[in-house]
């Protein structure tokens, strides 16, 4: 009997899969996308520490991460917006990741050139680098989902998926524990800073992201993606709306900028009323600083479309519709329940990770302990995490393996209490970060795949960027204030504190389980 017609065993077709050209270009740029958040965030934080610079300051440069959360915004002009010259050369999609990835080097080189230990201007220009590789980092994340929708049909997604986050985990290991074994080598140490070395580090994280560049360079554009609603808007009308967005953008600077004296005084004030609680009242108030921007910032996009500045209709298609259908599919009580799900579920992994580098220098690892445990062993049990998440969520159902990450990511915090009270202790390290990585592997599958449900395909590159910007915004907010929680009550109440914020989000996955999906369905 012949064979011909027969079905190729599983394990070829899923060599096949794996090794599909553009499975293998989502690994590259999914690498891309993996190196500017380290260089603000843990990495960062372990320079600015050997500056001599206070713990406090250190974590505040998480707020340069922010990019992340707020990417929805101008999302929109990034998916419609062409550019003089590059657009036409590179097509639409590669026009936008090219330019995010110059800009990007251009920040990570600007930041090499940058000594904070030179004092106050110097940390100035610091925090303009990172929140400048900030935004170009989100505004490749914002075009990379795109292309990966646009470039194939939906039957390869979960694969694409797949090679993305492996990608990301790589290029995190080399902006993590690439960049600390590097700062070792060229001469740094904590007792014996040298700018040098870093800036060697950064400019070295530079040319690495010429992996991205020739990917971009390589790669086809993508075919347009006709679901995508109120793409033909002429130059004009494109034009004003991003005038619009730099006006808006303008706006919350400036309020934001200018209430700085206007906010110190009032927590100054609050903290003398109460007495205690500094941390908590700073936080307070400097949510409400953040929500007065955004109001502000809503009232000049009104005012510039009332004066007819911009096209109603264009800003309406491109903000309010993909909104409007969210809350219109879901209701408004369980839209909201959505969101602020969306919003907590990573907070007790955030918070912590803020200020996780600056915990470990403190116990007395070294750097390349560092490297070698959080992040080499660290990104392996995280792989690990994922791909049991991902067979468990299709044996389970997505709620039950959510509710099940949210309680294990919560429950390794506490591992950091016995770590805090145990010293430079390499092998509970090694158990801590193991278990760790882990269980935020196995829920960052879920969260990834709940997030995918909560989609509507006419929307994705919208709603998507607002999903997974709102997802890290309050976390990162609450986050930049952890430096400045463990100065008041130390390491061990900090850690147990993270693992409570972690519980409400089991209520919140109850909830939503209940609402959107029974648990024979679920």
Partial sequence: ????????????????????????????????????????????????????????????????????????????????????????RLGRRRAWLFLAQISIIAAIVWMACTDPALGERSMILMALAAVLLGFSSATQDIV??????????????????????????????AA????????????????????????????AMALVMLVGVLTTL??????????????????????????????????????????????????????????AHEALIAFVVESCRLLLSLAVAMLAAKGLAVLGLVDEKM?????????????????????????????????????????????YLDMGFSKNDIATVTKTFGLGMTLVGGFIGGMLTVRFGVYAILFAGALLAAATNLLFMLLAGSGADLLLLSVVIGADSLCAGLAGTAFIAFLSSLTNVSFTAVQYALFSSLMTLFPKLIGGYSGTFVAS?????????????????????????????PPEKA
């Fill in 176 to 203: 993590g524990a690439g960049s600390l074994y590097l700062a070792s080598f060229f001469g740094t140490t904590r007792e014996l800073y040298s700018f040098a070395a870093w800036q060697k580090t950064y400019l």
């Fill in 1 to 88: 009997m012949s064979k011909k017609n027969e079905t190729p065993p599983a394990s070829h077709r899923m060599l096949r899969a794996w090794l599909h050209p553009q499975v293998l270009v989502m690994f590259f740029l999914g690498f891309s996308a993996g190196i500017p958040i380290l260089l603000i965030f843990s990495t960062l934080s372990v320079w600015l520490r050997e500056a001599g610079i206070d713990r406090a300051a250190v974590t505040f440069f998480s707020w340069a991460a922010l990019a992340y959360s707020f990417k929805f915004i101008w999302a929109p002009l990034v998916d419609r917006m062409p550019l003089p010259l590059l657009t036409r």
């Fill in 489 to 517: 009550i130390g390491y061990e109440s900090f850690f147990l504190l993270t693992a409570l914020m972690g519980l409400p989000v089991l209520l919140l996955v109850w909830l939503a389980r209940a609402i959107i999906a």
């Fill in 315 to 359: 800003v309406a298609e491109t903000f309010v519709a993909p909104v409007r259908d969210f809350f219109q599919r879901y209701g408004i009580k369980t839209a909201i329940l959505l969101l602020v799900l969306v919003g907590f579920y990573r907070v007790s992994d955030i918070v912590l990770g803020v200020v996780s580098n600056v915990f």
């Fill in 144 to 173: 990379i989902d795109a292309y990966r929708i646009e470039c194939i049909d939906i039957s390869m997604q979960a694969m694409l998926a797949s090679s993305y986050v492996a990608g990301y985990r790589m290029g995190m290991l």
């Fill in 218 to 275: 390589s790669i086809a554009e993508p075919e347009r993606n006709g679901g995508t609603v109120g793409r033909d808007f002429s130059a004009n009308h494109s034009s004003r709306l991003l005038l619009m967005f730099v006006l808006v953008a303008a706006s919350f600077g400036t309020c934001f900028f200018f209430s700085a004296g206007l906010v110190s005084s009032v927590k100054a004030r609050a903290v003398q009323a109460v007495g």
